[in-house]
């Protein structure tokens, strides 16, 4: 029997491609156009992309010492003034404790030098203003952010008529603490700089009982004060008129006193003004 040849099972294989491997289109570039030049990737990091890159955090250039960054502190600051002589009997311990536990977050020493200062600030803040005033910038220069010591160098530059430079302690002060104790004081320093309606208002803004004994005499002076400056003369009468005037042994007897007598004597009623000066004879043995 003859055989028969095997069927092919296969498919032919592709025919080969006409087009040769350099003829490829990304080979071609068209006529006429110049490669491009300058491009990101042909350019070279810096420094700082680098760091970058490569998970570096870049340092930042060093600080100058005109650096806004640069945090001043108040000690390192340049004293314009010399410090006024503390006298030897002078301890720093005969601060109240309310202002002694305020200055705990001093360091020692300097906390003892403000302490001196504040004791001194109250020693003179009536028979000498000008030295209790240069005692309050020096507790104020050394304890800048410490709110009593801006109370007080505020209240002593009231006393000695620095009306602008008492102003900006206390509103240290009170942003700083945010108590109403310099709420009085402020209330003066707007009668002195010539807003009497300003004055009321402040006074007007603080309940009376919250404030100790030294305080409402305060509040009561600047009310009075800015009553007369508006011709109120009667209600500045009114105002002064209270439990304190009988009081004898407080530092602010004396100016409360002659307030009274001069509101009195201003609102025409000079028989009332003559029998309280016969009346406390010891507050006015100076005139």
């Not at 490829?24 to 006429?32: K, Y």
């Not at 202002?99 to 360091?107: D, H, I, V």
């Not at 302490?115 to 028979?127: G, P, Q, Y």
């Not at 007080?152 to 603490?177: C, D, S």
Request: net charge positive; with cysteine.
């Amino acid at each position: 029997m003859e055989k028969r040849p095997a069927r092919a099972t296969g498919r032919p294989s592709s025919p080969p491609s006409s087009r040769s491997s350099s003829s490829r289109p990304s080979d071609r570039r068209p006529s006429g156009r110049k490669p491009l030049e300058g491009k990101s990737s042909d350019r070279k990091p810096t420094d700082r992309t680098s760091q970058r890159r490569s998970g570096v955090r870049p340092s930042r250039p060093p600080m100058r010492p005109n650096d806004r960054r640069v945090v001043s502190d108040e000690n390192k600051r340049v004293r314009k003034f010399a410090e006024p002589p503390i006298p030897d009997e002078v301890t720093g311990k005969e601060l109240e404790k309310r202002e002694a536990f305020a200055l705990q977050s001093l360091a020692a020493d300097n906390a003892e030098r403000v302490a001196k200062h504040l004791v001194c600030l109250t020693m003179f803040l009536e028979t000498d203003p000008e030295r209790a005033y240069w005692h309050g910038q020096s507790a104020s220069f050394r304890a800048g952010r410490v709110a009593i010591v801006r109370e007080r160098a505020g209240i002593a530059a009231l006393h000695f008529k620095k009306y602008h430079e008492a102003q900006k302690e206390l509103r240290a002060a009170q942003r700083i603490m945010g108590s109403p104790t310099v709420i009085p004081y402020l209330a003066q320093c707007e009668l002195a700089l010539g807003n009497p309606r300003k004055t009321l208002e402040i006074a007007g803004s603080v309940d009376p009982k919250i404030l100790s004994a030294a305080e409402r005499v305060e509040l009561r002076l600047a009310a009075a004060g800015a009553r007369t400056a508006l011709g109120q003369h009667d209600a500045a009468v009114v105002t002064l008129t209270c439990p304190e005037l009988t009081q004898s042994d407080a530092l602010w007897s004396l100016r409360l006193r002659h307030a009274y007598r001069d509101a009195l004597t201003s609102a025409g009623r000079d028989d009332e003004a003559r029998r309280f000066t016969e009346k406390y004879p010891q507050s006015f043995t100076d005139q």
